[in-house]
T-cell receptor
Framework: SQQGEEDPQALSIQEGENATMNCSYKTSINNLQWYRQNSGRGLVHLILIRSNEREKHSGRLRVTLDTSKKSSSLLITASRAADTASYFCATDAGYGGATNKLIFGTGTLLAVQP | GAVVSQHPSRVICKSGTSVKIECRSLDFQATTMFWYRQFPKKSLMLMATSNEGSKATYEQGVEKDKFLINHASLTLSTLTVTSAHPEDSSFYIC???????????FGDGTRLSIL
């Protein structure tokens, strides 16, 4: 299976704490993306990191990428109850052409307790 | 930000019915649209990729005649689940992208329940 894996599968923290989620994948990639999904809704794009980048920030989000280990991490600092959601990593293998597709990881369910 | 509208949000119908789901990009031209299926507490599984004006590319194991995809314009793609059966019940999500190597923008999904 090409699908990546994320750990932990579920994470419960208190408001104000930091949350770290990890993603491992199997193939070479063009970029890696993180998405968030609230229960029963579509996905919201959070951040895209390219294969030649090692770290990227966006607000309270920090993403790292280690292509030698085929892994990425998403850090959410100073978490809020509103951050409660499922978080997915997705890899774009960049096969070329208009049909580049994303392979989604298994997801981490984050619960932030108020 | 980019907005993708998916309609309907929920469908409940009898076995044997065909169901059409629409996916529209509201403020950008979607050269590529994707259709996913998601089971409860699971990840997204790509069903097919569609490019405007051409036939969709289906993933292995997805029946082309069962899941008809049309991408007639740069802002609209449709997925028709033909002769739906209870095992087709699932959460279907579309996404749209303007250029390769850019993020996908997702609709809010359609929960399909076949009785």
């Amino acid at each position: 299976s090409q699908q990546g894996e994320e750990d932990p599968q579920a994470l419960s923290i208190q408001e104000g704490e930091n949350a770290t989620m990890n993603c491992s994948y199997k193939t070479s990639i063009n970029n890696l993306q993180w998405y968030r999904q609230n229960s029963g809704r579509g996905l919201v794009h959070l951040i895209l990191i390219r294969s030649n980048e090692r770290e990227k920030h966006s607000g309270r989000l920090r993403v790292t990428l280690d292509t030698s280990k085929k892994s990425s991490s998403l850090l959410i600092t100073a978490s809020r109850a509103a951050d409660t959601a499922s978080y997915f990593c997705a890899t774009d293998a960049g096969y070329g052409g208009a049909t580049n597709k994303l392979i989604f990881g298994t997801g981490t369910l984050l619960a932030v307790q108020p | 930000g980019a907005v993708v509208s998916q309609h309907p949000s929920r469908v409940i119908c009898k076995s044997g019915t065909s169901v059409k789901i629409e996916c529209r990009s509201l403020d950008f031209q979607a050269t590529t649209m994707f259709w996913y299926r998601q089971f409860p507490k699971k990840s997204l599984m790509l069903m097919a990729t569609s490019n405007e004006g051409s036939k969709a590319t289906y993933e292995q194991g997805v029946e082309k005649d069962k899941f008809l995809i049309n991408h007639a314009s740069l802002t609209l793609s449709t997925l028709t689940v033909t002769s739906a059966h209870p095992e087709d019940s699932s959460f279907y999500i579309c996404s749209a992208r303007y250029l390769q190597d850019q993020p996908q923008h997702f609709g809010d999904g359609t929960r399909l329940s076949i009785l």
